[in-house]
């Protein structure tokens, strides 16, 4: 399930580029704060991994680039996703509370939330990204330092680390493996403009909008449009909406 979250606000707003902290900060500060700490701390554990298990769109409506950020039209939306559906209510429990909200320093009004349920997910479908999805691995140079790496679509490692964090994801969610391990992705509009750097924290994170043909399994599939695909959802990767099949 997800939420779509529509803000308004008069005069103009501007956002930094890396606004991605700012947005995930706000998440966290409007969540019941068992709910804020369980997911910081711990997480949804597999093995040595540990996922948050939701993820969010960008801001989506008219942004325009001006003076080294973003001027954001209104209104405009942003979208939070989630398998454990107690995220999402007790987000929008919160936010009803206090429509009046700031977000990197803007002062914004909620207009409304809506819910959005997961839809019939089989066989193939067509996504666009609504935030960059990633993929990486950690390499060692050759004096010994650590290295990321992030991967292309064209790549073939793209398509199979992105399966590998799905299964993972979905053991650490319902604790047991899936009926099937069938799950693939390819790109179909994927072009150099769709690469995306993002500043997180500090660190350069490398994502890809555009669109994919993803197959799989229903279950697979519904868990990779609620939780996201890719790694470092919760910081505002991998949101994808779907657009046929």
Known sequence: MRIKIKF???????????????????????????????????GFIVGKRRFKLFTFSRLLGKIKVKNEAFEVGSPFYLIVSSPYNEILQSLAENLLKKPEVEIAGQRLFIESISVEFTPELNGETEIKMLSPVTVYSTLLTGNGRKKTYYYSPL????????????????????????????????????????????????????????????????????LAYEAGLGAKNSQGF????????
């Open 8 to 42: 308004i606000h008069s005069g103009r707003i501007i956002v930094p580029f890396a606004y991605n902290e700012a947005i995930q900060g706000w998440i966290y500060r409007n969540l019941k704060r068992p709910l804020a700490d369980f997911l910081h701390d711990q």
């Open 155 to 222: 790549e073939n490692e793209f398509a199979q680390l992105l399966k590998e964090n799905l299964l993972k994801k979905f053991r650490a969610f319902y604790q047991k493996e899936p009926e099937s391990a069938d799950f693939s992705i390819e790109p179909v509009r994927v072009s150099k403009k769709d690469e995306k750097i993002v500043t997180y924290k500090g660190f350069i994170i490398k994502g890809w909008m555009g669109r994919y043909r993803l197959a799989g399994t229903p279950e697979l599939l519904r």
């Open 238 to 245: 991998g949101c994808f909406e779907v657009v046929g099949r």
